[in-house]
């Protein structure tokens, strides 16, 4: 299942869609069909007060996966269930999706370049 979250939080052609990289701490929420943050915020600020799809750049998705497993988050189907605390280089996108993709989707996307710290707040359900 985690190729499939991967493939959907691709980032779109090109850089131009997002703005410039900030350190940012996120509330990452993983489960078997749903990986989204909560409230991103960059020095104290809010980057994304609603959800965001985070969008790995290269290499990053599996640095995330090996993380939340080293956390012992539950995995089901292979995927780390779990909400997780994460400090993060990444970019927030300039524009937001007039519609969703699927159910529970949020609207805007954070492409993840780099992850620096992740800590587990509480496993899923």
Request: aromatic share 8%; net charge positive; proline share 6%.
């Amino acid at each position: 299942m985690l190729p499939l979250i991967v493939a959907l939080s691709q980032a779109p052609a090109g850089e131009a869609g997002f703005g410039p990289p900030q350190r940012m701490r996120c509330e990452w929420f993983s489960n078997f069909e749903n990986s989204r943050f909560e409230r991103c915020s960059s020095d104290s600020r809010p980057v994304v007060a609603e959800a965001a799809i985070p969008v790995f750049a290269a290499g990053v998705a599996a640095s995330f996966d090996r993380a939340a497993r080293k956390l012992g988050g539950r995995s089901v189907d292979g995927v780390p269930w779990g909400v997780f605390d994460v400090e993060i280089v990444g970019r927030r996108g300039l524009t937001r999706r007039e519609h969703s993709r699927y159910i529970g989707d949020a609207r805007w996307d954070v492409k993840v370049e780099r992850l620096i710290a992740m800590r587990l707040i509480r496993r899923g359900d």
